[in-house]
């Protein structure tokens, strides 16, 4: 059932791996995928992948720095191999923690230890206890309660004692009359009681013995007292500036008009003495708790020493109860930062994983711990998994002699026109030559806005210095047509007229308007641009992440590819009106996997720079 169980290492050395019979295809691949994407990206809060036909579940042993990773077909629902994959990891453990801990994985490893036969019987073991019981059969006939029944214990008597003739409700009922027989017998015996009362009269029958049972205990309660409980008296009170009164105020014992109350009174009077004697008791029992909190606090004894170190984890292993609050006020953090929820949630959950577990120093408190793991993971995600160097790579196509192309696309407003002339600028200063492709047809003013900023590009370059040829020329044929064909006329133009770039211009978009983005997919489809970018606001928080995957997901649906082209890249526009609020990148980059290749600071053609990730952290993370 399983393809395959591997048992490696967070540096990368396989303690033990197995195969399932009939399975020639190696374990590598899927597992240096899962090492990829999820592993190394920060991306383990879920424990599940795929890879192509195959489902890939792990568990992380922070402690020694292992990894457990099971495979099997995607097709097949195996419903224990969560547990079974604990179990392993449990059992691993105790096997070769003494090694593990005197001598590492590497040593570990050459001792060429045997553990195939306890992944055998645990795998047996699992798969028994999943097997599915087999269907109950059900009873026959002459089993079930009502074939006892006779015709005659089914008339009816003209009394209505059927009870007596039906046996076989009687037997049902059995049970429920012996269990409740008491209850049954008192319920009779307040309705003998009551007969010929009106429901008035019970219900002041009811309150009247309410009373006296009320009474009955508290008189009960002051005879059982251990002390004798008096009414206490007011003692005279004295001024302290004033001199002192001379005048009694000991009311307690009088009503209005100076007689003593009945006897009634004087009862209640007891109840409420000896009620207020327990409360006081319990209010001194709390006080002297308080006293001996403050003793400790201001340092009596080792106390002082105590507090001080509170918090501190103290060689102790990471678990998920320790980590809870921080990891709480972390997500909220990170939300108020504008990061979206989902990804919050799934960025801590991550961290929680990757130090559950884990065996902390000394003096080093849970809070520090989580916000510095935190930290390298967002550093991580906003790290490419592969470099884009578009310098590099253009210079690469034109030894090939073809332009590189460049497609730009995201929703509308988001500033694609102006930020392909601050990529332009940038590649003219770095002595290429661009050809801009006005293929959105759809916005009025789009063309026009493209031939103006190419005016101004070549008014900073004038011709003269490039050989008498505009370093920016703009291919356009109008609006309402076809934009890939145009796409697909433009490159082939900069092929014959030796164009180093192609920049292409597309019309901002919904995300979810499926006709555009049917148009979108079919002019990246066709054209195989070498780089897709999508531009994106620094603004946006939650709206990032349903852009994006909706976006990729566009693409993937219209592409006539087995392997369609997605986002390649992110530029990221408005970066100088957030101040620290920048969750918008993390939440694009966590998404889509995809560098940040750009950030625009400002409206000059200068104002294009790189994303520099610790800064972004160090923004993100401050307070």
Same mark, same amino acid.
């Given at each position: 059932?399983?393809?395959?169980?591997?048992?490696?290492?967070?540096?990368?050395?396989?303690?033990?791996?197995?195969?399932?019979?009939?399975?020639?295809? *190696?374990?590598?691949?899927?597992?240096?995928?899962?090492?990829?994407?999820?592993?190394?990206?920060?991306?383990?809060?879920?424990?599940?992948?795929?890879?192509?036909?195959?489902?890939?579940?792990?568990?992380?042993?922070?402690?020694?720095?292992?990894?457990?990773?099971?495979?099997?077909?995607?097709?097949?629902?195996?419903?224990?191999?969560?547990?079974?994959?604990?179990?392993?990891?449990?059992?691993?453990?105790?096997?070769?923690?003494?090694?593990?801990?005197?001598?590492?994985?590497?040593?570990?490893?050459?001792?060429?230890?045997?553990?195939?036969?306890?992944?055998?019987?645990?795998?047996?073991?699992?798969?028994?206890?999943?097997?599915?019981?087999?269907?109950? *059969?059900?009873?026959?006939?002459?089993?079930?309660?009502? *074939?006892?029944?006779?015709?005659?214990?089914?008339?009816?008597?003209?009394?209505?004692?059927?009870?007596?003739?039906?046996? /076989?409700?009687?037997?049902?009922?059995?049970?429920?009359?012996?269990?409740?027989?008491?209850?049954?017998?008192?319920?009779?015996?307040?309705?003998? /009681?009551?007969?010929?009362?009106?429901?008035?009269?019970?219900?002041?029958?009811?309150?009247?013995?309410?009373?006296?049972?009320?009474?009955?205990?508290?008189?009960?309660?002051?005879?059982?007292?251990?002390?004798?409980?008096?009414?206490?008296?007011?003692?005279?009170?004295?001024?302290?500036?004033?001199?002192?009164?001379?005048?009694?105020?000991?009311?307690?014992?009088?009503?209005?008009?100076?007689?003593?109350?009945?006897?009634?009174?004087?009862?209640?009077?007891?109840?409420?003495?000896?009620? *207020?004697?327990?409360?006081?008791?319990?209010?001194?029992?709390?006080?002297?708790?308080?006293?001996?909190?403050?003793?400790?606090?201001?340092?009596?004894?080792?106390?002082?020493?105590?507090?001080?170190?509170?918090?501190?984890?103290?060689?102790?292993?990471?678990?998920?109860?320790?980590?809870?609050?921080?990891?709480?006020?972390?997500?909220?953090?990170?939300?108020?930062?504008?990061?979206?929820?989902?990804?919050?949630?799934?960025?801590?959950?991550?961290?929680?994983?990757?130090?559950?577990?884990?065996?902390?120093?000394?003096?080093?408190?849970?809070?520090?711990?989580?916000?510095?793991?935190?930290?390298?993971?967002?550093?991580?995600?906003?790290?490419?998994?592969?470099?884009?160097?578009?310098?590099?790579?253009?210079?690469?196509?034109?030894?090939?002699?073809?332009?590189?192309?460049?497609?730009?696309?995201?929703?509308?407003?988001?500033?694609?026109?102006?930020?392909?002339?601050?990529?332009?600028?940038?590649?003219?200063?770095?002595?290429?030559?661009?050809?801009?492709?006005?293929?959105?047809?759809?916005?009025?003013?789009?063309?026009?806005?493209?031939?103006?900023?190419?005016?101004?590009?070549?008014?900073?370059?004038?011709?003269?210095?490039?050989?008498?040829?505009?370093?920016?020329?703009?291919?356009?044929?109008?609006?309402?047509?076809?934009?890939?064909?145009?796409?697909?006329?433009?490159?082939?133009?900069?092929?014959?007229?030796?164009?180093?770039?192609?920049?292409?211009?597309?019309?901002?978009?919904?995300?979810?308007?499926?006709?555009?983005?049917?148009?979108?997919?079919?002019?990246?489809?066709?054209?195989?641009?070498?780089?897709?970018?999508?531009?994106?606001?620094?603004?946006?928080?939650?709206?990032?992440?349903?852009?994006?995957?909706?976006?990729?997901?566009?693409?993937?649906?219209?592409?006539?590819?087995?392997?369609?082209?997605?986002?390649?890249?992110?530029?990221?526009?408005?970066?100088?009106?957030?101040?620290?609020?920048?969750?918008?990148?993390?939440?694009?980059?966590?998404?889509?996997?995809?560098?940040?290749?750009?950030?625009?600071?400002?409206?000059?053609?200068?104002?294009?720079?790189?994303?520099?990730?610790?800064?972004?952290?160090?923004?993100?993370?401050?307070?």
């Amino acid at each position: 059932m399983l393809d395959f169980f591997t048992i490696f290492s967070k540096g990368g050395i396989v303690l033990w791996c197995f195969q399932g019979a009939g399975v020639t295809e *190696s374990f590598t691949g899927p597992v240096n995928a899962l090492i990829r994407s999820v592993i190394l990206q920060e991306r383990s809060g879920n424990n599940t992948f795929t890879h192509e036909a195959l489902s890939l579940k792990y568990k992380l042993d922070n402690e020694f720095e292992l990894v457990f990773v099971v495979g099997f077909q995607k097709i097949l629902t195996l419903t224990y191999v969560d547990k079974f994959i604990d179990d392993v990891q449990l059992h691993f453990r105790d096997r070769y923690k003494n090694e593990l801990e005197q001598k590492g994985a590497l040593k570990l490893l050459n001792n060429n230890f045997e553990f195939e036969d306890d992944f055998k019987t645990l795998l047996r073991d699992a798969e028994d206890s999943s097997k599915a019981r087999g269907p109950v *059969s059900m009873r026959t006939f002459t089993e079930s309660q009502k *074939s006892q029944k006779t015709v005659k214990s089914m008339i009816e008597t003209k009394g209505g004692d059927k009870g007596k003739e039906q046996g /076989g409700k009687k037997n049902k009922n059995a049970k429920k009359e012996e269990g409740h027989g008491k209850v049954s017998t008192s319920e009779k015996t307040v309705e003998n /009681g009551n007969q010929g009362l009106t429901q008035d009269e019970i219900m002041q029958k009811k309150r009247e013995e309410f009373f006296r049972k009320r009474m009955a205990g508290s008189a009960e309660k002051t005879s059982k007292s251990p002390k004798p409980q008096k009414p206490k008296e007011k003692q005279m009170r004295v001024w302290d500036m004033a001199g002192s009164s001379t005048k009694d105020l000991d009311y307690s014992q009088r009503n209005g008009n100076g007689s003593h109350d009945s006897g009634l009174t004087d009862m209640y009077l007891l109840s409420v003495d000896y009620e *207020s004697s327990e409360e006081e008791e319990e209010i001194e029992e709390e006080e002297e708790k308080v006293v001996i909190t403050d003793i400790s606090k201001k340092g009596g004894g080792f106390g002082g020493m105590f507090g001080m170190l509170k918090g501190l984890v103290g060689s102790k292993s990471l678990t998920q109860e320790d980590m809870e609050p921080v990891l709480d006020k972390m997500r909220d953090h990170l939300i108020a930062k504008n990061v979206a929820a989902d990804i919050a949630s799934q960025l801590c959950d991550s961290v929680a994983k990757k130090l559950e577990g884990k065996v902390m120093g000394t003096f080093t408190t849970v809070a520090s711990t989580v916000k510095q793991a935190l930290q390298d993971s967002l550093v991580q995600i906003l790290q490419p998994k592969r470099r884009v160097d578009i310098l590099r790579d253009v210079l690469e196509a034109r030894s090939q002699r073809r332009p590189f192309v460049i497609t730009f696309c995201g929703v509308n407003g988001v500033g694609k026109s102006t930020n392909l002339a601050k990529i332009s600028f940038w590649l003219i200063e770095n002595g290429f030559t661009v050809l801009i492709a006005a293929c959105d047809t759809f916005r009025a003013g789009a063309v026009e806005q493209l031939r103006t900023h190419q005016r101004r590009l070549n008014s900073l370059h004038p011709p003269e210095k490039h050989g008498g040829r505009p370093v920016v020329q703009l291919y356009e044929k109008g609006y309402g047509k076809d934009a890939a064909g145009i796409a697909m006329e433009a490159i082939a133009y900069a092929r014959n007229q030796a164009f180093d770039v192609v920049l292409v211009d597309t019309a901002g978009r919904m995300q979810d308007n499926a006709p555009l983005m049917t148009a979108l997919a079919k002019l990246i489809a066709v054209n195989m641009p070498d780089l897709v970018l999508f531009v994106g606001e620094a603004l946006v928080g939650n709206e990032a992440v349903d852009q994006l995957v909706k976006f990729n997901q566009a693409l993937a649906d219209h592409s006539m590819s087995d392997k369609p082209r997605l986002i390649d890249g992110i530029v990221l526009t408005k970066f100088d009106t957030i101040d620290d609020k920048v969750g918008a990148a993390i939440s694009m980059t966590y998404i889509t996997g995809q560098p940040i290749v750009f950030v625009g600071t400002g409206q000059t053609y200068n104002d294009l720079r790189s994303l520099n990730a610790r800064a972004v952290v160090s923004a993100l993370m401050k307070a």
